[in-house]
């Protein structure tokens, strides 16, 4: 699986942007795409996560209500749109697809097997 992640850029406190990461290769019913982030020096914490079957989703509490993770089955395409962004958003943001990971480890990067290049997110004060 090979995942290609776009829509980064810089942004106002305030605003919104939509990231989107598009997988290929071959996908599984138990298809789980996730959404890091990550500052330098800092560790890569978890921001959202979705089942592409069913449409189970997990949220970090920093985000919850803000940010929604969505997918396209049909272009195996996953979303994450990111309302109300504050200053402390800024990172670069990274998807990972897992086709075995189970909800309890949602939030886990060791429950990936793939990841995208990144792409930054900055948003100004």
């Known amino acids: 699986v090979q995942l290609q992640a776009s829509g980064g850029g810089l942004v106002q406190a305030g605003g919104s942007l939509r990231i989107s990461c598009a997988a290929s290769?071959?996908?599984?019913?138990?298809?789980?795409m996730g959404w890091f982030r990550q500052v330098q020096g800092t560790e890569r914490e978890f921001v959202a996560a979705?089942?592409?079957?069913?449409?189970?989703?997990d949220y970090a509490d920093s985000v919850k209500g803000r940010f929604t993770i969505s997918r396209d089955n049909a272009k195996n395409t996953g979303y994450l749109q990111m309302n109300s962004l504050r200053p402390e958003d800024t990172a670069v943001y990274y998807c990972?697809?897992?086709?075995?990971?189970?909800?309890?480890?949602?939030?886990?990067?060791?429950?990936?097997?793939?990841w995208g290049q990144g792409t930054q997110v900055t948003v100004s004060s």
């Open positions: 979705i089942m592409f079957n069913g449409g189970t989703t």
């Open positions: 990972a697809a897992s086709s075995s990971v189970i909800r309890s480890n949602f939030a886990s990067q060791h429950g990936y097997a793939y």
């Open positions: 290769g071959r996908t599984s019913s138990r298809f789980v």
